[in-house]
């Protein structure tokens, strides 16, 4: 019997795993790592941001899978690889010895060099926590409006990408609709964007940050663009206004712009964990896990990777659940291949795909290249419909 480990229950590894469970592999014993029973998809987490969904509507639940396709789950956070004796080492269990290995572990945004941020930013990764904090929000809001009623709730979201974005809007509109609902005005929430570059939605063409510039200017949220947070501070006690609220923090940007938060989102640039770098896998300066187009490391052939956590050196693409997603089939053949002792075959990702982003109120918009459409209600209901069916 052979080993076959998988770490982390990310969108390839959900496809891979359904499909292992329909196709299972001869003489091999499958186990998956992972940190959580219940991985976000991301297509439906600004959504349930939203309110939209419901946290099993857009939460993929692993344990389930793992069953179907007959693999052990091991509940536990890998943290290091010891590659000589093809082992996984775990917080918690003892090392876990594999033959092939694939790792979806995602990425999470890059925050440690910026003095504050890891203490007193919220980074929209790992998914658990950001949600934790915003649900916190939400139900602070929910059962007792009038603390909020006499201020301005302002909060800070670092990061002009599609997440920061995206994430910008659907907060507005949900923190609006609980204003109005615990009877106070709407206008009092601010939302604060901070981007490094001028240009929002870095990735996409011009046309498509362009439209996503005016249709934040029209909402109202407020633009710091050509902006770089170089640190972020609470605001001293004796400054703060209400000893009874929690702390405000303080945004301090390289021009000499400061804005004050009642909470900051991260949500900038991803970068790897460290740990896959020193076991001696070969990675890009981000310390993502180099593939050739068979998603095999380029270091290692008997390890794969796929989604965020891996750099594929012929096609790089942006850091997107999408592209994680269309892995997920290939991964799942390539590492029938290789078990069977035949050569896995290459796999070639679009070069465009069709983003749909939803921008609160139902409705979204449509980019495919430099060419976008909306926002629309019915974009919405045909993103809806996609995210729906590929979570059934
Ligand atoms: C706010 C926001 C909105 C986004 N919206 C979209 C969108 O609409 N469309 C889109 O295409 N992309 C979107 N993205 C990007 C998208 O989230 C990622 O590209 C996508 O999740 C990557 O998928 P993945 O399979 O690589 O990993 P993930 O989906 O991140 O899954 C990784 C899994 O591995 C687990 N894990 C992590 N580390 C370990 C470990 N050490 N041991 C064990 N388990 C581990 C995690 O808990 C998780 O379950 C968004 C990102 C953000 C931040």
């Known amino acids: 019997m052979k080993n ?11 496809i891979a795993l359904r499909l292992l469970g329909l196709h299972p592999l001869p003489n091999v014993a499958l186990t998956l790592i992972t940190d959580v029973l219940d991985t976000p998809y991301s ?7 939203g309110g939209f969904y419901a946290f099993s509507e857009c939460h993929i639940q692993l344990r389930h899978l793992a ?13 290091g690889l010891d590659l000589p004796n093809k082992q996984v080492i775990c917080r918690e269990h003892a090392p876990i010895a594999f033959d092939w290995l694939s790792i979806d572990i995602g990425s999470t945004p890059a925050m440690a060099a910026i003095p504050g941020a890891v203490e007193y930013a919220i980074p929209a990764k790992p998914v658990p926590q950001f949600l934790a904090a915003w649900n916190h929000l939400v139900a602070s809001l929910q059962s007792a409006p009038e603390n909020f009623g006499d201020r301005p709730l302002r909060l800070g979201i670092v990061g ?26 709407p206008a009092l929430v601010e939302i604060h964007l901070f981007h490094r570059q001028f240009n929002l939605m870095t990735g996409y063409p011009t046309s498509v940050g362009k439209c996503f510039h005016q249709l934040l200017i029209q909402r109202g949220i407020h633009l710091h663009l050509s902006e770089t947070v170089r640190q972020i501070a609470v605001i001293s006690e004796s400054i703060s206004d209400r000893d009874s609220q929690p702390l405000k923090k303080i945004i301090y940007c390289e021009s000499g712009l400061t804005e004050i938060c009642d909470d900051i989102f991260w949500v900038t640039h991803a970068i790897a964990p460290s740990w896959l770098q020193a076991s001696g896998l070969a990675t890009d300066d981000r310390g993502f896990i180099l593939v050739n187009d068979t998603l095999q490391s380029i270091s290692h ?18 850091k997107a659940g999408v592209f994680a ?10 590492l029938r291949s290789i078990s069977s002792g035949q050569s896995p075959c290459p796999f070639h990702p679009q070069k465009r795909h ?20 909306g926002p629309s209600s019915w974009l919405w209901f045909w993103k809806d419909w996609i995210d729906r069916r590929f979570m059934a």
């Open 4 to 14: 076959m480990v998988l770490i982390g229950g990310g969108h390839s590894h959900a």
């Open 43 to 49: 297509g439906m987490l600004p959504g349930y941001i």
């Open 67 to 79: 069953r179907f396709a007959q693999a052990r789950l091991v509940l536990d956070r890998a943290i």
């Open 160 to 185: 002009g990408g599609a997440g920061g974005v995206e994430l910008a809007l659907t907060m507005q509109t949900r923190l609006r609709q609980l204003f109005k609902a615990g009877g106070l005005s």
């Open 301 to 318: 052939p008997d390890i794969f990777a796929t989604g965020d956590i891996a750099t594929a050196i012929h096609h790089p693409r942006p």
């Open 325 to 334: 997603v269309r892995q997920g089939k290939p991964l799942f053949e390539n």
């Open 354 to 373: 069709l983003a749909l982003i939803g921008t609160g109120e139902a409705r979204a918009v449509a980019a495919w290249g430099r060419y976008w459409l």
